[in-house]
């Protein structure tokens, strides 16, 4: 069995209730809970963020660390809890720049660039409001300055081609020219 079976039986279990009543909460078939359960079938990710939101616990913790029903009697957290007691890291890493820590709902992003650290620190210095402002304007400015012009490589276009279209411009300039006649 895998840790993710294991953990849609603990939750199950938690849950007090059936293979077939799960199935009908989750919207699927019996036969295909069951092989979930067994590890013969892995599970969608809708399906499995069902689960997760059931046993009120993280994603990443539901598909990577063997959950025991003690750990289901305190739902994960989304905020940090103000004891200095140590958290345990489940997931993530450095490179990968977050950190997934036992009992919270969420990633926590990490960086180890001097850059970034300073955003983050003018960031959080920031009221809600202005907040959201510099975050709206800064998935402006990225959505914008990827389609703008000079990230953009300008289109080859083969010689007769070019050719064509010069020849085409020349043919309109010429009859818009009127035709002056010398007498001599």
Sequence with gaps: MTIL??????IRKNLNCTQMALSEVLEIGFRTYVRYEAGERDAPVSVLVKLAR????????????????EDLQTPDQEKFPTSKAPLEVIGGGLEEGRLMFKGQLNDNLISTNKEEEKLLTLFRKLNPSNREKFLLDAEWVYTNTRKSVRYRKPKKIPRKEEKAKTAVKLRKLAKSIKKITVRG
């Design 54 to 69: 059931l046993g009120n616990i993280s994603l990443d913790r539901l598909l990577t660390t063997k959950v025991f029903p």
């Design 5 to 10: 079976s294991d953990n849609l039986k603990t």
